[in-house]
């Protein structure tokens, strides 16, 4: 059964960085990508960036480009989103997702993390 597994969420000031990452095991192929979504309270699920698994293309929302950056460790089956120059806007939770491609919608993606809270200070 596949599991993602989410950590490094907390609190920093504005200007600060974070980096979060999603263990990933039980895929039985090796052609998947792996997204991360957010949603701030009162907010919809938006998506933040991709990687792909068998190609290693990226993906950044327009809000995040030039301050994310996203990679993925083959060995440990782990994908790290590198946070820097946060914004009180950024604070939301941070949810990581698995399917074949980078889908546009929530509902597209098969499997879903719990969720990591991110809280960047003013």
């Known amino acids: 059964e596949v599991q993602l597994v989410e950590s490094g969420g907390g609190l920093v000031q504005a200007g600060g960085s974070l980096r979060l990452s999603c263990s990933t095991s039980?895929?039985?192929?090796?052609?998947?990508?792996i997204a991360w979504f957010r949603q701030a309270p009162g907010k919809e699920r938006e998506r933040v960036s991709c990687?792909?698994?068998?190609?290693?293309?990226?993906y950044f929302a327009d809000s995040v480009k030039g301050r994310f950056t996203i990679s993925i460790d083959n060995a440990k089956n782990t994908v790290n989103l590198q946070m820097n120059s946060l914004k009180p806007e950024d604070t939301a939770v941070y949810y990581c997702a698995g399917d074949r491609i980078c889908f546009n919608t929530v509902r597209a993606f098969n499997y879903w993390g719990r969720g990591t809270q991110v809280t960047v200070s003013s």
């Open positions: 990687i792909s698994k068998s190609s290693g293309s990226t």
């Open positions: 039980g895929f039985t192929f090796d052609d998947y990508t």
